[in-house]
């Protein structure tokens, strides 16, 4: 299956500090890759789809102004949470499709936000 | 509103039983089912997909899907104590649509 990675892995900030996950597709070209938080024991949450060249979609609820996304080219898109705070501590974890359009998510490694 | 429904469990089997995992979901027009697997504190991980009405299998999992009772499962044989995570069940209406995932069942395969 496809290859997507995601870094850090693991961040801890202080808060009101703005911290910027990456997420990259290793072996093919995502034109739209998805934006995910989890928190702990709990099911897993649509951020938004983050979309090559344009802006990104949101899901109901999410602050697009806390939570920046830039979709700059095809193998890259990057989640920057701004101005953090402790309850935006979670588990954040990128997807993407690949081209055979079959659906299928390919998910990164995730990154752990711990807001001090 | 699409919904993804899953017993949340914990589903807890002895090693070398059978693990039998429900999914129901509301969209008739679904047409793609995943299944992933969760480690704790780890992303999911796609194990099977399925499309069709019937049964795919692939080494010790076999997926079944009934779209006529929007039901899809996963079945794991000789269930190993490394089986126990979280499996998630995600359905969508095509390859262009992203997938509603249920909220997962724990399963626990004790030795």
């Known amino acids: 299956g496809a290859v997507v990675s995601q870094h850090p892995s693991r961040v801890i900030c202080k808060s009101g500090t703005s911290v910027k996950i990456e997420c990259r597709s290793l072996?093919?070209?995502?034109?739209?890759m998805f934006w995910y938080r989890q928190f702990p024991k709990k099911s897993l949450m649509l951020m938004a789809t983050?979309?090559?060249?344009?802006?990104?979609?949101?899901e109901q609820g999410v602050e697009k102004d806390k939570f920046l996304i830039n979709h700059a080219s095809l193998t890259l898109s990057t989640l920057t949470v701004t101005s953090a705070h402790p309850e935006d501590s979670s588990f954040y974890i990128c997807?993407?499709?690949?081209?055979?359009?079959?659906?299928?998510?390919?998910f990164g490694e995730g990154s752990r936000l711990t807001v001090l | 509103q699409k919904e993804v429904e899953q017993n949340s469990g914990p589903l807890s089997v002895p090693e070398g039983a059978i693990a039998s995992l429900n999914c129901t979901y509301s969209d008739r027009g679904s047409q793609s089912f995943f299944w992933y697997r969760q480690y704790s504190g780890k992303s999911p991980e796609l194990i099977m997909s399925i499309y069709s009405n019937g049964d795919k299998e692939d080494g010790r999992f076999t997926a079944q899907l009934n779209k006529a009772s929007q039901y899809v499962s996963l079945l794991i044989r000789d269930s190993q104590p490394s089986d126990s995570a979280t499996y998630l069940c995600a359905v969508s209406s095509g390859g262009s649509y992203i997938p509603t995932f249920g909220r997962g069942t724990s399963l626990i395969v004790h030795p």
């Open positions: 983050s979309n090559e060249g344009s802006k990104a979609t949101y």
């Open positions: 997807s993407a499709k690949d081209s055979a359009n079959t659906g299928e998510l390919f």
């Open positions: 072996d093919f070209q995502a034109t739209t």
